[in-house]
């Protein structure tokens, strides 16, 4: 039986990768989603040469943390490579991490990039992928696969939307027989809304936060209306007191977050109202009978569905695995790659 499993997991080398702004999951063929790791690495800087110290995880804790001679940087900027030497060592070290021996066949590996990535963009994260040791690289956009993972009839004559809220875009994308009828992709995602936290607490308060403080409050109590009591929970936070420099801990409640992302929140909002303007009528009368389906990290914000469902009129439910959503896709892409081969771009 064991040779068997080697067998197996020398065929099933192949791989889907989500490479997120905030996050990148590997999904391998045969055996689902086995890695989900921050998008961030960390290198020591030597007489000019860069070494890369940690990936992932490890190298998370050290953001915002590090001495002068180590940096922590995120490679990917709103959905495409910013750092491109860094994102190739980054996805090395996740196919690395995904197949512990090294003696698999380069594998095949298809990557899901926002809709509006340029043509130059595209190539930049194909060829990172075939440098980092990938016998072909095929590209899928972002909300076909978010479509796929939350397991929307993608492939049917009838309207479907989808709203993927990533770490640095959210994509509209109105779907029918299997491709994208209309899409757009706004640059406001999960750091935005982490700035924005930043900026109202600087503002209001004179406190210097972090950006894992920042997630930290958006993840613990964020929410994308106003609590009913005007108020809501709160939670302790810490940072630098902008008048007198020292660090201070204070309160922050629900109501003043809601407030703080305000602006985020209402950019999504008014993404969807421009792409159910743009859509043809039949299918806008499709997606008032099935609703609009929310997914990615973002989504999981506090009564976003809501407040989406306040502007729209519309049904708003969120995926039952958003977060991996499109990894789940990209993945399905490759498992079912003859019927949805239309959707995969192999060459460019």
Known sequence: ?????????????????????????????GRGVILSEPSV?????KDGVKKVLAVGEDAKLMLGRTPGSIEAIRPMREGVIADFDTAEAMIKHFIRKVHKRSTFSKPKIIVCVPHGATPVEKRAI????????????????????????????????????VVDIGGGTTEVAVLSLGDIVYARSVRVGGDRMDEAIISYLRRQQNLLIGESTAERIKTSIGTARMPDDGRGASMQIRGRDLLNGVPKETEISQAQVAEAL?????????AVMTALEATPPDLAADIVDRGVMLTGGGALLGELDLALREQTGLAISVADESLNCVALGTGKALEYEKQLRHVIDYDS
């Open 262 to 270: 305000a602006e985020p929140v209402q950019q999504i909002c008014e």
């Open 41 to 45: 690495v960390a290198y020591h800087v």
């Open 126 to 161: 194909r060829q990172s992928v075939l440098s980092a040791g990938a016998r072909r690289a095929g590209l899928i956009a972002e909300p076909i696969a978010a479509a796929i993972g939350a397991g929307m009839p993608i492939t049917d004559p009838t309207g479907n939307m």
């Open 1 to 29: 039986m064991a040779g068997f499993g080697g067998f197996g997991g020398l065929f099933s080398s192949d791989m889907a990768i989500d490479l997120g702004t905030a996050n990148t999951l590997v999904y391998v063929k």
